[in-house]
Nanobody, 123 residues
Framework: QVQLVESGGGLVQAGGSLRLSCAAS????????MGWFRQAPGKEREFVAA????????SSADSVKGRFTISRDNAKNTVSLQMNSLKPEDTAVYYC????????????????WGQGIQVTVSS
């Protein structure tokens, strides 16, 4: 069992940056591949970025490539999402998710998720 708590969201102007963090409980954090997803009002939850367990292979959605970077610290049981050059279309609730399938891009491949955190980008 893994419990996930996101932090770091908020309101930012277009072009600005935010860093989301996800703190995980449990001693098995290092066994899980981690992902960030987001859900805008009226839309389905979509993949943002993912990172594997120990070798830190990353993937990200085309819409955020070159702007968002996912990283993890297994010693601290945390995964982060550095978001630069933010756009109004990045506005959404962001979810941290943990799963056993590497670099999964669909929600169904993840077993645990946090409560989500709001990111709002103003134009």
């Amino acid at each position: 069992q893994v419990q996930l708590v996101e932090s770091g969201g908020g309101l930012v102007q277009a072009g600005g940056s935010l860093r989301l963090s996800c703190a995980a409980s449990g001693r098995t954090f290092g066994y899980y591949n981690m992902g960030w997803f987001r859900q805008a009002p009226g839309k389905e939850r979509e993949f943002v970025a993912a990172i594997t367990t120990s070798v830190n292979i990353r993937s990200s959605a085309d819409s955020v490539k070159g702007r968002f970077t996912i990283s993890r610290d297994n010693a601290k049981n945390t995964v982060s999402l550095q978001m630069n050059s933010l756009k109004p279309e990045d506005t959404a609730v962001y979810y941290c998710e943990a799963g056993r399938v590497g670099l999964g891009t669909v929600v169904a491949l993840y077993d645990f998720w946090g409560q989500g955190i709001q990111v709002t980008v103003s134009s």
